[in-house]
């Protein structure tokens, strides 16, 4: 499939996920038949944004109907997006980022990058690329998570550990709520790398193999990274409360650092300091 097909599927899929979830009473229109309080009619949708209704299912049926900008934006608004869900259907509709044509968004690591992860040694930091291949670590986030040069180059992968190793599920006291933050961020990259086989061949296993992926990954959660509070239940030093930072390499935009922050007044500097320590 190529780029722009997978593309208008993704679309499609999205938004007819969003169509199905939204509450009538958001927009004063009554119950469906049977009781029902959720879920808009396509010529309801359609009425709302000035458009055909067989236009619209057209694009819902990832058709080509070549959605403008302005379209996009009328949908966006009409069905309340978020700005994360907005900016997600103009990148789909090719009004967002470049969409990437690698084949595998794969990168070497370079040795500034290495030496710039081993200066964090008080904070557990690692590097992934577009596919969320953890590709490099310093010796502080082996420490978190020992496993982590345990795994092959795909299997090595932040999306796959947080739902495929029980370590990883047990270090997090709040799986639910962060496996689906971490899998609304990883929906955005996938955006841009539609045509990735390595993506593509990630997602479809982690949906076979995982009842609880299958779930998130269908309810199309879209959600931008933002710095947030992540805390884990470390087996040899208990209770960590971190600041989770995402940066992206200005010359390497394929390769994001995930580092993790000791909080004053919040984090227990003891404990991390006892994990740092063991790293040694």
Not at 20 to 46: I, K, N, W
Not at 119 to 141: C, H, L, M, Q, R
């Amino acid at each position: 499939m190529s780029n722009t097909s997978a593309q208008q599927a993704e679309l499609a899929s999205f938004l007819r996920t969003r169509r199905a979830s939204v509450r009538r009473a958001d927009f004063d229109l009554p119950e469906l038949r049977g009781g029902r309080t959720t879920g808009l009619r396509r010529e309801e949708v359609a009425v709302l944004v000035g458009v055909s209704v067989t236009w619209y299912t057209w694009l819902e049926q990832g058709r080509k109907a070549n959605p403008s900008r302005q379209v996009l934006d009328a949908i966006a608004r009409e069905l309340r997006f978020s700005s994360a869900e907005h900016a997600y259907v103009l990148a789909l509709g090719g009004f967002g980022p470049p969409v990437s044509l690698d084949q595998d968004p794969v990168c070497a690591v370079p040795d500034h990058l290495s030496r710039l992860l081993e200066g964090w040694s008080e904070s557990p930091a690692f590097a992934i690329t577009a596919s969320w291949d953890i590709v490099a670590w310093n010796k502080a986030y082996e420490a978190l998570y020992p496993g982590v040069g345990e795994h092959q180059l795909g299997r090595r992968n932040l999306l796959w550990a947080v739902f495929m190793d029980p370590y990883v599920r047990r270090m997090l006291p709040e799986w639910s709520t962060d496996s689906a933050h971490f899998v609304g961020e990883f929906r955005v990259d996938y955006a841009t790398h539609l045509s990735s086989p390595a993506m593509k061949e990630l997602v479809n296993e982690l949906r076979r193999r995982s009842d609880e992926f299958e779930d998130v990954w269908t309810a199309h959660g879209i959600e931008r990274f933002s710095s947030r509070m992540r805390r884990f239940h470390h087996p040899s030093v208990g209770d960590l409360a971190l600041e989770v930072h995402r940066l992206v390499l200005s010359d390497d935009p394929n390769l994001h650092l995930i580092v993790y922050s000791a909080v004053p007044g919040v984090t227990d500097t003891t404990a991390l300091a006892t994990l740092v320590e063991s790293s040694n």
